[in-house]
């Protein structure tokens, strides 16, 4: 897990903060030179990462920067969706609409218990149902109404095409 999470932020520096030489790159992560060196190779032998020789305050040395910076934006944006989504507490409420075996719609959000569970089920389903439709309005209506009903409230929604 930790490999994972390590070229996620090495490729997060890449892109957010442009060329690096290897001192930046120490200096940002705090690794050590094998674990950076072995990161670096990682993402080096994937293609994911491109190496220069170049100048630095006056001195040679070699930079470092992302090789295919919108594969890699995705690639950045693909892991942090789904570290959000298992970030959602425990139980889940899970609600899925498909408009075809093509086109689906997923909703994460935690359950609620008490007086607004019927109101917050019936909210998730309608809103589920409201991306798929196109009626972004109204998805962000009901989206704003279970965010008003539970302090620090995570909502995944995932929607999915396939051709």
């Known amino acids: 897990m930790r490999l994972k999470e390590d070229l996620h932020k090495l490729r ?11 001192g930046e790159l120490k200096e940002e992560t705090k690794w050590s030179p094998s674990v950076l060196k072995n990161r670096i ?10 190496a220069t020789a170049g100048k630095r305050k ?3 040395t070699t930079i470092y920067k992302s090789s295919e910076e919108e594969n890699t934006r995705a690639e950045i944006r693909r892991y ?15 609600r899925e609409t498909s408009m075809s075996d093509k086109l689906s ?19 998730v389903d309608f809103m589920t149902k409201a991306w798929l439709k196109g009626w972004v309005r109204e998805a962000e209506q ?22």
């Not at 704003?144 to 929607?159: C, E, F, S």
């Open 12 to 22: 997060k520096l890449l892109v957010e903060k442009g060329p690096l030489t290897w």
């Open 105 to 123: 719609a997923t909703v994460f959000v935690p359950s609620i218990e008490g007086p607004l569970q019927k109101a917050w089920q019936i909210n």
């Open 58 to 60: 006056g001195r040679r």
């Open 41 to 50: 190779d990682l993402l080096d032998e994937r293609g994911e990462l491109s």
């Open 142 to 163: 009901k989206l704003k109404w279970l965010l008003k009903t539970k302090p620090g409230l995570k909502i995944a929604i995932v929607l999915t095409a396939e051709s």
């Open 80 to 94: 942090e969706a789904i570290k959000f989504i298992e970030s959602i507490e425990d139980p889940t409420y899970f």
